[in-house]
T-cell receptor, first 115, second 114 residues
Framework: GAGVSQSPSNKVTEKGKDVELRCDPISGHTALYWYRQRLGQGLEFLIYFQGNSAPDKSGLPSDRFSAERTGESVSTLTIQRTQQEDSAVYLC?????????????FGQGTRLTVV | GDSVTQMEGPVTLSEEAFLTINCTYTATGYPSLFWYVQYPGEGLQLLLKATKADDKGSNKGFEATYRKETTSFHLEKGSVQVSDSAVYFCALSAGGTSYGKLTFGQGTILTVHP
């Protein structure tokens, strides 16, 4: 595709519900990253995919968070039993390869609000 | 662990003023350094990067020099425009098991008035 696409752009959910956030990376990009940005803070790394494998899940804040990637393409970030502290903008990025110098291309994010 | 500290904002300037946004980092090894920018209503995009000590990244009139001795990567522009109003993020990529994983500063909001 032309760029990284994320859906939905906005999601309001009730506390305790599960949510799924979707990321469509740029076609051919093998590396995919999820980040979280809470209000007034920088981006926090959540998880990294190389192909369909996740060598680094160290940023997932709790076992309520999980992610998968299929077909070396689409990725889904799932948050179970959402809490108010999960409210944030969730950003997805992809890059051609997972190297030190490769540019990452970001989607516009999903703004999640837990009420 | 790796970390990036950015000058706290917001920063408000008049058009044609000089801009500096400070950025310092802590990392093991030899990271690559980046500035990303987020214009209103848009996603983050790479502004410039530097991959080794003394490298200067430049783009759209912005410059930043990788200073290993002071662990800094300050962003500068000689004459800002209203269209430069955006949020600027300093970031590093330090390799290890997650090549390409970025560690970000907290972001600096820049507003430029005519």
């Amino acid at each position: 595709g032309a760029g990284v696409s994320q859906s939905p752009s906005n999601k309001v959910t009730e506390k305790g519900k599960d949510v799924e956030l979707r990321c469509d990376p740029i076609s051919g990009h093998t590396a995919l990253y999820w980040y979280r940005q809470r209000l007034g803070q920088g981006l926090e790394f959540l998880i990294y995919f190389q192909g369909n494998s996740a060598p680094d899940k160290s940023g997932l804040p709790s076992d309520r968070f999980s992610a998968e990637r299929t077909g070396e393409s689409v990725s889904t970030l799932t948050i179970q039993r959402t809490q108010q502290e999960d409210s944030a903008v969730y950003l997805c990025a992809s890059s051609l390869t997972a190297s030190l110098n490769t540019e990452a291309f970001f989607g516009q994010g999903t703004r999640l609000t837990v009420v | 662990g790796d970390s990036v500290t950015q000058m706290e904002g917001p920063v408000t300037l008049s058009e044609e003023a000089f801009l500096t946004i400070n950025c310092t980092y802590t990392a093991t090894g030899y990271p690559s350094l980046f500035w990303y920018v987020q214009y209103p209503g848009e996603g983050l995009q790479l502004l410039l990067k530097a991959t080794k000590a003394d490298d200067k990244g430049s783009n759209k009139g912005f410059e930043a020099t990788y200073r290993k001795e002071t662990t800094s990567f300050h962003l500068e522009k000689g004459s800002v425009q209203v269209s430069d109003s955006a949020v600027y993020f300093c970031a590093l990529s330090a390799g290890g098991t997650s090549y390409g994983k970025l560690t970000f500063g907290q972001g600096t909001i820049l507003t430029v008035h005519p």
